[in-house]
């Protein structure tokens, strides 16, 4: 800002350069002595989590170990956005046709909160759901986890601690008074789903046909 003459910083990076544009702005931030030396505004457009997690959608599961393996680059684009201390905007293009929505830096910040998941890795179902669905059968009943239990009430807000940084939230603490969901219960819930999207096209189909005989 000094050497510039601006009074306000503001980083702009879309795709690969909001990677870029987080840890820049996560490096000025931990080098600056004082707030007023560092980035004023983060803007992180339509980024990824990690170079792993968008390249697995469009080349298969071996993009992730391939690359940290040939190129040993650190891509986490979730770490270096969550423990930037300033203000910052993530955009995000759920149609996006590059850059799958489960890949994108917003499911990746959702991921790290909501399960400490910091990987972003494509899922698979366990067995008995994947077994299940192949033969056209609801998701096991006996498989659903149950919901967690209520947290004692929060000291503060609302919220969470991401590790380092605090983000002004209480630790634990999730609307509707419940504890973090688990990701077996995220995988029935989603797998729940599934089923009853299949439901509804047989019964789209069998409509269909209906009215054309009709």
């Keep these: 800002k000094r050497d510039c003459g ?25 080098s600056s002595s004082s707030a007023e030396a560092g980035v004023d505004l983060l803007i992180v457009d339509r980024s990824f989590a990690s170079l792993g997690a968008v390249a697995q959608y469009l080349v298969g599961g071996w993009a992730v170990p391939g690359l940290r393996l040939f190129t040993g680059w650190d891509t986490d684009a979730v770490q270096a956005y969550l423990v930037f201390p300033g203000p910052k905007l993530l955009c995000s293009d759920p149609d996006d046709e590059i850059i799958a929505e489960p890949g994108s830096l917003k499911t990746g910040v959702a991921l790290f909160l909501e399960l400490g998941d910091a990987r972003a890795l494509r899922p698979h179902p366990p067995r008995e759901y994947a077994l299940n669905e192949l033969l ?21 807000r609302s919220g969470v601690v991401v590790p380092g940084r605090p983000l002004g939230r209480a630790q634990g603490f999730r609307p509707g008074g419940r504890g973090r969901v688990s990701e077996a219960q ?29």
Excluded: N, Y
């Design 186 to 214: 995220v995988v029935h819930f989603c797998q729940c789903l599934r089923w009853i999207a299949r439901q509804a096209r047989q019964a789209g189909k069998a409509g269909g046909q209906g009215g054309g005989q009709g």
């Design 136 to 156: 056209g059968l609801r998701p096991p009943g006996d498989k659903a986890p149950p919901l967690p239990a209520s947290p004692p009430p929060p000291t503060a």
């Design 6 to 30: 601006v009074p306000k910083v503001i980083l702009h990076g879309e795709s690969i350069g909001g990677l870029s544009a987080a840890k820049a702005a996560k490096a000025l931030s931990d």
